[in-house]
């Protein structure tokens, strides 16, 4: 084996009043990143800058993040860091203000880069010369607290961009299952399945070794006891905190593993039809399980760690608890009209072959292969495997 590498945030502090670790901080000055006005309503926000207070540091807010944040939104935020030279960044919200405030450090650290310059994995610059980074997730899903990822828009040109640094891997995340818990339902389903769906791709990898495993299993038990709970009861703290756990375990496991075809899939119809990425991923979870189960034994090794019968059978089983469709014809969430979806195959097949995430998917799938898949997940049939 090659020389490999494990990198997770140097602190994780969790469960509930987990929050109040911000009291403990040392350091002068400090930027809070959020994003639309879920944390303000709640009173999170508040609460953070109390807490910053207690600890004697200043700060500040940038609020506003977007979700699917563009490169305009990070250009500016980093502006306001260099005006008030914070020596601490806390990004509070869901995945789409914590990956923008990655990068936003980014810029803060090097004022004269540009984003053209970091698009290319492993190209960005040292981080931490003026500041640390903090996260603390609103959503129980994307485990950018523990990644070393950024998604980035390019507005102008429709183009999403994958930042991957290992230095952009927060140095504290702070999991305060007190927060998601005032995700409404149909969030805390499609964050859910996304959990599941990293985990899930992360045991299969090709880059899955016996540093990512075990958190990639537990992630799959948790989620598979909780996410149900969660979804029916939103109070249940229990399950709450046991779905944020999973989100930020199922981070350490693909951070360094990466991902697969789920994925691949998932971005490439969400950029044709809007459809919200958790809620792809558990669409077409049990077709690739399926496809997939001819190249890796790692479902098998899944099965029978957590004694279940038949992978894809169970994760279809949740779906439908979760009110998620078994395929996208029957999906209300966008319009998926046929004549659209005919259109676009081809097209999103191939660009599906070229994501990032289909190099570690077992088996080298081919461009024939993703179109089969996408055919079976929209119209239902079985996936036929070669
Ligand atoms: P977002 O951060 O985009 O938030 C989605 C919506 O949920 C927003 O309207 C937000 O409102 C609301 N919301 C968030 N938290 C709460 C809460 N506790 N209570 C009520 N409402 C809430 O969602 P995700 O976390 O799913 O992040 C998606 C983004 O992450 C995408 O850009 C995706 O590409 C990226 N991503 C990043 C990864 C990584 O490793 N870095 C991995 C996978 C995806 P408001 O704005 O008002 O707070
Ligand atoms: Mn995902």
Redesign the pocket.
């Known amino acids: 084996m090659a020389v490999m590498s494990f990198s997770i945030p140097r602190n994780i502090y969790y469960g509930e009043g987990a929050l109040e670790k911000l009291s403990e901080l040392k350091g002068k000055k400090a930027v809070l990143v ?6 303000k ?2 009173g999170f926000l508040d609460m953070a800058q109390d807490l910053l207070k207690k600890a004697d540091i200043e700060s500040i807010i940038i609020d506003g ?5 563009s490169v305009k939104t990070v250009m500016e935020g980093a502006a306001a860091m260099q005006d008030f030279n914070p020596d601490w960044i806390v990004a509070i ?7 923008a405030a990655k990068v936003m450090w980014c810029f803060y650290e090097h004022p004269k880069l540009t984003f053209d310059e970091i698009i290319e994995p492993g190209s960005m610059p040292a981080l931490r010369n003026k500041a640390k980074f903090i996260a603390i ?3 129980s ?4 607290e523990i ?1 070393a ?3 980035i ?1 390019d507005t102008e040109n429709h183009i ?1 961009y994958p930042i991957v640094a290992a230095d952009m891997v927060p140095d504290i995340a702070i999991l305060d299952p007190v ?6 339902a149909h ?1 805390t389903a ?2 859910g399945m ?1 959990v599941m769906a990293h985990a899930l791709e992360a045991v299969a990898s090709t880059a899955a070794t016996s540093f990512t495993d075990p958190y990639a299993l537990e992630a799959i038990r948790l989620v598979f006891e909780n996410l149900e709970i969660a979804y029916k009861e939103p109070d249940n703290m229990k399950a709450r905190e046991n779905m944020h756990n999973a989100s930020a375990l199922a ?1 350490m496991a693909f ?1 360094n593993a990466s991902l697969g075809l789920v994925h691949s899939l998932a971005h490439k119809i969400g950029g044709e039809f809007g459809v919200t ?2 809620l792809a991923n558990a669409i077409l979870l049990p077709y690739i399980i399926e496809f997939n189960k001819q190249f890796s034994d790692k479902y098998a090794m899944v099965e029978k760690a957590l004694e279940i019968d038949n992978l894809a059978d169970k994760i279809r089983a949740l779906n439908s608890t979760l009110k998620i469709p078994a395929t996208f014809q029957e999906c209300t969430e966008v319009d998926f009209n046929q004549a659209k979806y005919n259109e676009v195959i081809d097209r999103m097949s191939l660009n599906a072959l070229n994501d990032p995430c289909t190099l570690t998917n077992p088996g080298s799938p081919k461009v024939e292969d993703i179109k089969k898949i996408y055919n079976a997940a929209y119209y239902g049939a079985a996936v036929l495997t070669s």
Do not use: L, Q, Y
Not at 34 to 39: A, F, L, P, V
Not at 141 to 144: D, I, L, P, Y
Not at 179 to 184: D, E, N, S
């Open positions: 959020t994003g639309g006005s879920s944390m309503k709640f993040v977007e979700p699917n944040p919200g869901g995945g789409s203000a914590i990956d997730p609103s959503t899903g994307t485990a950018s990644t990822f950024s998604v828009t999403k927060i998601p818990a005032r995700m409404p969030i499609n964050t996304d981070g951070t990425h958790g």
